[in-house]
Every structure is written in C-alpha cells, then in structure tokens.
C-alpha cells in the first residue's frame, strides 16, 4: 500500500500540468460552491430577519376570525381594548405593540405632487412610543422625522416614495371606510420617509398614528392585531401557545410567525430544492472533468498497466493506484477550492452583492432590498471539501474498470 | 515442466478467423535457453502470451510445474504470474517515474517481504545485471540497454521458475542486443532460470540452447545445441 501511495503521488507529479487543470476545475466548482450557498443561506438569513423585524414581528395576536379574512383587511374583526390586552402582556413579560392595518385611497394633490391622481394603499397605524421596541423602524429613516402620538401625519416607505413623487412636507389624503361602514377621509402631512430593507414593505408603506387612525376610524380602542417581540433564540411556536393561554376564552388568537410566513418559508423551501440542483450540477462537471482526466491519464499508461498485471498485481492494487491518484488530484483541487472560497466569501460576507438594481421592481421572493450578502457557514465548507476529494476518488473508478476489462495482451500491444 | 499439448488459439478478426496457433504441443525442461524464432506474424507472441498466463487459449491444454494453468480462472493466474512468472518486453515498459531501484522493488512489493529482505535483493540483482551506481537513475536517464538489464533485474529478481521475453532485443542495435543475451544466457546458468525468449533474429538464436521454429502457427523445427 506504501508502495502504490507513493507511485500514485509520483504520477500526479508526471502530468503536472493536466493535474493542476483537473484539480483547479475541481477547485472552482468548490469555490462556487462555497459561494452560491454562502448568498442563498445569507439571503435567507436576512429575508427571515426583515420578515420578522418588519412585517410580521415574532407572535401576533389577531381576533378569532381575522386570519381566514384577512386578505379584506376587516376593521370589525378585532383585538378590542388593545391598550388593556398590551398591559397584559407586559405584566406576563412580553414585550407587545397593537397596530391598526386598513386599506384605502391615497389621494394626491396637484399642489403637492404637480397633478391629481390616487393609488390604492394599505395604512398601518402604530403607536409611535411602542412600535420601536418591536419593529426595526428606528434606524431606517431616510428623510424628516418619526410618527408623533395624536398628530395627523404619515411616514412612507422610500420606493413608494419614488414612484408617487412624495417628499416631506407633502399633504396626502387617505379615503377609507371607517369601522361601521362609513366613509372617512384623513389629510395627513408626509414628516418622514423610511427606507425598510424589506422590499415588500418598502414598496407600499403607508403609516400614521394608532391613536389619530383609531379616532377617524371609530375603533373605540381596538386594534387589528397586538404584535409581541420575542428574543431570536426563541420557540415561537411554544411561546405562541404560552400566550393563547393567557386569553383563552376571549375570542383571540395568537399566532407565530412560521405560521403566518408559511407561503414565504414554503418558498424558501422550494428554492433550496433548485439551488440544491445547480449545486449538484457544478458537482457534476467537477466529476466529469476529473473522470475523463483519469481516462486520459489510464489510457497513457496503458502498456505500463499490462507489465503490471502480467507480473501479477491484482486487479484490486491497480485499481487502489489510480483510486488514490484521483484522490490526490481530489485533494489538491478541494484544498484549493476551500482557500478560494473563503477569500471569495470574505468578500461576499462584508461587502456582499448589490442587486436593489434588480429587486426595485422585481419581487424574488427574498425579504432583501439591494446588497445581498454571504454567511459563513463551516458545515459547507467542509461538505464541499470532503464531497471533492470523495466524488474524485469514486469518479476513478469507472475509467480504471474500463482499463481492467481490457486483456493483458490487449494493453501490452496498445501504442 | 513446461507442457505445451496441441494448443490452438484463433483470433476473430471482424468477420474472418485467425489461426494464431493451430495445434502447437512442445515440452520444456527446467533451466533450457530456449528461443521460439520464425517470421513476424508465425505466432510467436501468442504462444509466450498463453505460456505466460495472460491469454486464453481455445484447445488444447497447458501444464506448468504440474498445474494446468489453462484451465485456471483469472485470479489463479494473476497469483501464479506473481509467484513463477518473470516478464521482459520489447519496450522495457518500465514505470518512467520511478527510478531503476523502485522499478525492480515495485515486483517485491507485491509479495509479502520484509523491506530489509526487499533491499537486499533488490541491490544484489541490480548489481548482477551491471548497473551497480544506477540504483537512483529514473529510465529516461538510462540507454535503451541498461533499461532493458532493468527489466532483466525486474523480471529476475522474486526468483521466478520461468522469464519469458518477447523480442527483448528488437529494440536495441545489435551490439547492445548481444549483450542482453549474453546477461540473459548468464541468469540462466547462474539462477536456473528457465528463459523462453521470442526474436526474429538469426544472430539471436545462436545464443539459444534450442530453437524452436514457427510458422503459420505450427512448429516447423525444434533444435537442441
Ligand atoms: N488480438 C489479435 N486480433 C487479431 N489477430 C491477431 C491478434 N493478435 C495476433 N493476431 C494475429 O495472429 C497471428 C500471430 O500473431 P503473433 O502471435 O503476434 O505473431 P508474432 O509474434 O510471431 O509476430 C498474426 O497473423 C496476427 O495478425
Ligand atoms: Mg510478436
């Protein structure tokens, strides 16, 4: 064994430069590897954080009937006494936010904006003293000031922004149909835009008062939902359940976030089954690559392959020879690929890709806005590198056993 | 100890058939020099092919050291090469990575020897076959005929019953080739080896102790010295 070591290392020393062409191709396929995934699993990483931090916090509290309804944005399927139901909360040491979600008109006037026109909006009310502590609004402002308590004013998100024109200091006014059924019509002053990194939110975001909307809008206290915080560690699920106990009996439910993102997360899931493939597909030309290399390289040494197995080496040595050779080019190609991704992943991980260029108005799913970027994960890495060396060694196998059916006499007289 | 008995061996050629050997019975004794000589394409290859171990052969049968090794399966034959058989080619077929010494230890590798038994013989053989100081030499740095007394030392050197050498000189200009067999000729004579060799060569047969001749895959004439 020490010998067919040490004359598969000598070998891959006589074809050096088809060696370092195999083992590089190897080499980047890992790089690429390393990489690929580094982006997806950060782009699922942050889209998973900005679903949390700006749309869906960790637990929601909605009225029995909401959810099945809430595609109609109903303001009479409530949480009422948000402010009670709060406190609640917070002596049972949660940290919790009740907010207002209705749809309307947004009327633009042509003294602000130039020219009449109107667009449909979803508003979110929220009390500007709790949202903070539960959304991650506070360091997202782009131009002007936060919501205050009471005043009849509006925050908007950057790309809505954009698209209607709207700068601060510009007057908008929301038509919507009050908690009854009438109609109300609200004139609020933009004082701030807000550039959210999630681009869902950021395309639409329209938010006031959860005390001026809950006045123009007659909900007597109530809110549409209570929003809870809960540490990232967490088990939503289990503290979801904890919290329904605390209302059990009063028509409320209270819902975790894996449950109500479960058309993104099942997303998610999807689309790690297709970069599954295409990872699968880099493997496959690594494998390819190193396999028609090792034909190439049996096929040259045809002739010293009969001397062998005349003087009497057993199929299963010659076999070991070339299996540890491509192991070695596995090797020198992993190693390679393992130093490359990591110096390419410390660019993708700190400064990272900026896509906002195609997600501004494309959605792909991922709660990302412009820069997308890696996460170091060792477990790939390490898959990657021991998958090269491992699919190298395999891959040998096919071409030696090719070479092995052949006669003796067959290799000997082979030119 | 070699039992060659009216062995026939045709190669399918596309459509037609070739009679490589048609019906070739021959004895050999321990320790003969013997020379299967005859134009190119008589079926000299072939025979040491099927002598040797690593051909197949259609009728007939072959014996060696009392066991019929023609009727033996590929992993009885490859263990039975390892243990009697020494081979020497027309194109030395050494491994070009290895240097002189590794390409002889490379045969004791397969057996089980310790690495001292291993050094040993290796350093005698190579010294026997002249080429004491060239221990370190990879082929390239060698003649066309201290590689082929590197074959010699490999075929030689696990103490084979039989070496048996298709056209060992052809490659090489006569002088050269005279003295391959005059190292050849001294192994036997000092080891007891049995040497079958192949040539084409008139000068080559005069250093045969028998010459066996071929033709069209018969046996024309065998002569003893
Ligand atoms: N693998 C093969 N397939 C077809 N014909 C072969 C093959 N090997 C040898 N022959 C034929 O068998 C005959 C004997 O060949 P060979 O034993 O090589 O002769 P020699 O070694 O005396 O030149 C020749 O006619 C040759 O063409
Ligand atoms: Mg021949």
């Given at each position: 064994?020490?010998?067919?070591?040490?004359?598969?290392?000598?070998?891959?020393t006589?074809y050096?430069?088809?060696?370092?062409i195999?083992?590089?191709?190897?080499a980047?396929?890992?790089?690429?590897?390393?990489?690929i995934?580094?982006?997806?699993?950060?782009?699922e990483?942050?889209s998973?954080?900005?679903?949390?931090?700006?749309?869906?916090?960790?637990?929601?509290?909605?009225?029995?009937?909401?959810?099945?309804?809430?595609?109609?944005?109903?303001?009479?399927?409530?949480?009422?006494?948000a402010?009670?139901?709060?406190a609640k909360?917070?002596?049972?040491?949660?940290?919790?936010s009740?907010?207002t979600v209705f749809?309307?008109?947004?009327?633009?006037?042509?003294?602000d904006?130039?020219?009449?026109?109107?667009?449909?909006?979803?508003?979110t009310?929220?009390?500007p003293?709790?949202?903070?502590?539960?959304?991650?609004?506070?360091?997202?402002?782009?131009?002007?000031?936060?919501?205050?308590?009471?005043e009849e004013?509006?925050?908007?998100?950057s790309w809505?922004?954009?698209?209607?024109?709207?700068?601060?200091?510009?007057w908008?006014?929301?038509?919507?149909r009050?908690?009854g059924g009438f109609?109300?019509?609200m004139?609020?002053?933009?004082?701030?835009?807000?550039?959210?990194?999630?681009?869902?939110v950021?395309?639409?975001?329209v938010?006031?008062?959860?005390?001026?909307a809950?006045?123009?809008?007659?909900?007597?206290?109530?809110?549409?939902?209570?929003?809870?915080?809960?540490s990232?560690?967490a088990?939503?699920?289990?503290?979801?359940s904890d919290?329904?106990?605390?209302f059990?009996?009063?028509?409320?439910?209270?819902?975790?976030?894996?449950?109500?993102?479960?058309?993104?997360?099942?997303?998610?899931?999807a689309?790690?089954g297709?970069?599954?493939?295409?990872l699968?597909?880099?493997?496959?030309?690594?494998a390819?690559?190193?396999?028609n290399?090792?034909?190439?390289?049996?096929?040259?040494?045809?002739?010293?392959?009969?001397?062998?197995?005349?003087?009497g080496?057993?199929?299963?040595?010659?076999?070991?020879?070339?299996?540890?050779?491509?192991?070695?080019?596995?090797?020198?190609?992993?190693?390679?690929?393992?130093?490359?991704?990591?110096?390419?992943?410390l660019?993708?991980?700190?400064?990272g890709?900026?896509?906002g260029?195609?997600?501004?108005d494309m959605d792909?799913?991922y709660?990302?806005?412009?820069?997308m970027?890696?996460v170091w994960?060792?477990?790939?890495i390490?898959?990657?590198?021991?998958?090269?060396?491992?699919?190298?060694?395999?891959?040998a196998?096919?071409?030696?056993g090719?070479?092995?059916?052949?006669?003796?006499?067959?290799?000997?007289?082979?030119? | 100890?070699?039992?060659?008995?009216?062995?026939?061996?045709?190669?399918?050629?596309?459509?037609?058939?070739v009679k490589a050997?048609r019906?070739?019975?021959?004895?050999i004794?321990?320790?003969e020099?013997?020379?299967?000589?005859?134009?190119?394409?008589s079926?000299?290859?072939?025979?040491?092919?099927?002598?040797g171990?690593?051909?197949?052969l259609?009728q007939?049968?072959?014996?060696?050291?009392?066991e019929?090794?023609?009727?033996?399966?590929k992993n009885?034959?490859?263990?039975f090469?390892?243990?009697?058989?020494?081979?020497?080619?027309?194109?030395?077929?050494?491994?070009?990575v290895?240097?002189?010494?590794?390409n002889?230890?490379?045969?004791l590798?397969?057996?089980?020897?310790?690495?001292?038994e291993v050094?040993?013989?290796?350093?005698t053989?190579?010294?026997?076959v002249?080429?004491?100081?060239?221990?370190?030499?990879?082929?390239?740095?060698?003649?066309?005929g201290?590689?082929?007394?590197?074959?010699?030392?490999?075929?030689?050197?696990?103490?084979?019953?039989?070496?048996?050498?298709d056209?060992?000189?052809a490659?090489?200009?006569?002088g050269?080739?005279?003295?391959?067999?005059?190292?050849m000729r001294?192994?036997?004579?000092k080891?007891?080896?049995?040497?079958i060799?192949?040539?084409?060569?008139?000068?080559?047969?005069?250093?045969?102790?028998?010459?066996?001749?071929?033709?069209?895959?018969q046996?024309k004439?065998?002569?003893?010295?």
């Amino acid at each position: 064994m020490k010998f067919i070591i040490s004359l598969a290392f000598k070998n891959l020393t006589r074809y050096k430069r088809r060696t370092l062409i195999t083992a590089g191709a190897i080499a980047v396929g890992i790089m690429m590897f390393i990489m690929i995934d580094s982006m997806l699993a950060g782009a699922e990483f942050e889209s998973v954080r900005n679903l949390k931090w700006y749309e869906t916090a960790s637990v929601r509290i909605y009225n029995d009937g909401y959810w099945e309804n809430r595609h109609q944005l109903p303001l009479d399927i409530n949480v009422p006494d948000a402010e009670g139901i709060t406190a609640k909360l917070e002596d049972a040491g949660y940290t919790a936010s009740p907010r207002t979600v209705f749809s309307g008109d947004m009327i633009l006037n042509a003294d602000d904006f130039g020219e009449d026109g109107n667009i449909p909006v979803t508003v979110t009310a929220i009390d500007p003293q709790l949202d903070f502590d539960i959304f991650h609004f506070g360091d997202t402002l782009a131009a002007g000031r936060f919501l205050e308590r009471g005043e009849e004013a509006a925050l908007l998100g950057s790309w809505l922004a954009e698209d209607i024109g709207a700068k601060v200091g510009y007057w908008i006014t929301i038509i919507t149909r009050g908690n009854g059924g009438f109609y109300e019509s609200m004139d609020l002053e933009v004082v701030g835009i807000v550039n959210c990194p999630n681009p869902n939110v950021n395309r639409g975001l329209v938010m006031m008062p959860f005390d001026t909307a809950g006045d123009y809008l007659a909900m007597d206290g109530a809110a549409t939902e209570i929003n809870i915080k809960l540490s990232d560690s967490a088990d939503v699920e289990a503290a979801a359940s904890d919290i329904q106990k605390l209302f059990n009996g009063s028509g409320l439910t209270a819902l975790d976030w894996k449950y109500m993102a479960a058309d993104y997360l099942a997303l998610a899931e999807a689309k790690r089954g297709g970069t599954g493939i295409i990872l699968f597909l880099i493997f496959i030309i690594a494998a390819v690559g190193i396999s028609n290399t090792m034909l190439m390289a049996i096929f040259e040494r045809i002739r010293e392959l009969g001397m062998m197995r005349s003087l009497g080496m057993s199929d299963g040595k010659i076999r070991a020879a070339f299996v540890v050779e491509a192991a070695g080019i596995g090797l020198i190609g992993s190693f390679i690929g393992v130093i490359l991704g990591i110096l390419v992943n410390l660019f993708v991980v700190n400064i990272g890709f900026d896509v906002g260029f195609i997600l501004r108005d494309m959605d792909i799913g991922y709660r990302i806005q412009s820069v997308m970027r890696g996460v170091w994960n060792v477990d790939t890495i390490g898959l990657a590198f021991i998958a090269g060396t491992v699919i190298s060694t395999i891959v040998a196998f096919f071409p030696t056993g090719k070479a092995l059916k052949m006669d003796i006499p067959a290799c000997l007289r082979h030119q | 100890m070699i039992k060659i008995d009216n062995v026939v061996k045709n190669y399918a050629n596309g459509e037609t058939e070739v009679k490589a050997l048609r019906g070739v019975s021959l004895n050999i004794d321990r320790g003969e020099f013997t020379s299967i000589a005859g134009p190119s394409g008589s079926g000299k290859t072939t025979l040491l092919n099927l002598i040797g171990c690593i051909d197949k052969l259609d009728q007939g049968e072959i014996t060696i050291k009392s066991e019929t090794v023609s009727s033996m399966n590929k992993n009885e034959k490859t263990k039975f090469r390892r243990k009697n058989l020494g081979f020497v080619f027309q194109t030395y077929n050494l491994i070009p990575v290895l240097s002189a010494y590794e390409n002889v230890a490379f045969v004791l590798s397969l057996l089980d020897l310790s690495e001292d038994e291993v050094r040993e013989r290796t350093m005698t053989i190579l010294k026997e076959v002249g080429l004491a100081g060239m221990e370190n030499r990879k082929p390239s740095k060698l003649s066309g005929g201290q590689q082929q007394r590197v074959a010699i030392a490999r075929a030689l050197v696990k103490n084979p019953e039989i070496v048996l050498a298709d056209e060992p000189t052809a490659n090489l200009d006569s002088g050269t080739g005279e003295e391959i067999l005059k190292l050849m000729r001294e192994m036997n004579e000092k080891h007891g080896t049995t040497f079958i060799f192949s040539t084409h060569d008139p000068m080559v047969m005069d250093y045969a102790g028998r010459v066996v001749m071929l033709h069209d895959g018969q046996i024309k004439s065998d002569e003893r010295k």
